[in-house]
């Protein structure tokens, strides 16, 4: 079975700071897996994701995160953080072919000016 | 381009009332669709999806059902609702190639 641990519920930056919001899987298989963020009542947008190829892959908004099977891991990142980026965070991970994800139960992201 | 819509926005009912929730896109033809509740700290919770018209998965046993009656029509059902039935409920579609799926703007639900 597939799982994902978001560590830390809440996470807060200051403005301009490195941002890194930790996700770690659980997979019998090798996994795609997605960062999606959420704005306030609203849905969830896709801001990267890894399926197969490069280890770091690059999102919108100057996000990026880093596959690395050995630690089972896809942290995401940002290296200067700006008060737009105050949103809640959601990394999931799917089994190919299987159509469907497993969500983590997200990360509320802070920017402090 | 695709676009997904979901209406209601927001929905206030009570106890034992009956629910429609729809989600329809367009741009796309035999989307994958799904069906998840966003509860408060908890994440998403995947309830139903479907891969063609009239073919429903449901992923946890409860008080709600899903139907497809058109190839890009998605509709979020209960007879009676309950309190526990509060929360905002996503809509979502993926095409069979790219595995990725992407959401609507949701709607809240509130059980009165």
């Known amino acids: 079975a597939q799982s994902v641990t978001q560590l830390g519920s809440h996470v807060s930056v200051s403005e301009g700071a490195l941002v890194l919001l930790r996700c770690n899987y659980s997979?019998?298989?090798?996994?795609?897996l997605f960062w999606y963020v959420q704005y306030p009542n609203q849905g969830l947008q896709l801001l990267l994701k890894y399926t197969t190829g490069a280890t770091l892959v690059k999102g919108i908004n100057g996000f990026e995160a880093e596959f690395k099977k050995s630690e089972t891991s896809f942290h995401l990142t940002k290296p200067s953080a700006h008060m737009s980026d105050a949103a809640e965070y959601f990394c999931?991970?799917?089994?190919?072919?299987?159509?469907?994800?497993?969500f983590g139960t997200g990360t509320r992201l802070k920017v402090l000016a | 381009s695709q676009t997904i819509h979901q209406w209601p926005a927001t929905l206030v009912q009570p106890v034992g009332s009956p629910l429609s929730l729809e989600c329809t896109v367009e741009?796309?033809?035999?989307?994958?669709l799904y069906w998840y509740r966003q509860a408060a700290g908890r994440g998403l919770q995947l309830l139903f999806y479907?891969?063609?018209?009239?073919?429903i998965s449901s992923e946890v046993p409860q008080n709600l059902s899903a139907s497809r009656p058109q190839d890009r029509q998605f509709i979020l059902s209960s007879k009676k609702l309950l309190l526990s039935d509060s929360g905002f409920y996503l809509c979502?579609?993926?095409?069979?190639?790219?595995?990725?799926?992407?959401f609507g703007p949701g709607t809240r639900l509130l059980v009165l």
């Open positions: 741009g796309t033809s035999n989307p994958n």
């Open positions: 999931a991970v799917s089994k190919p072919g299987t159509y469907k994800y497993i």
């Open positions: 479907s891969v063609g018209i009239g073919q």
């Open positions: 997979s019998s298989v090798p996994p795609y």
């Open positions: 979502a579609w993926s095409d069979g190639a790219q595995e990725t799926q992407y």
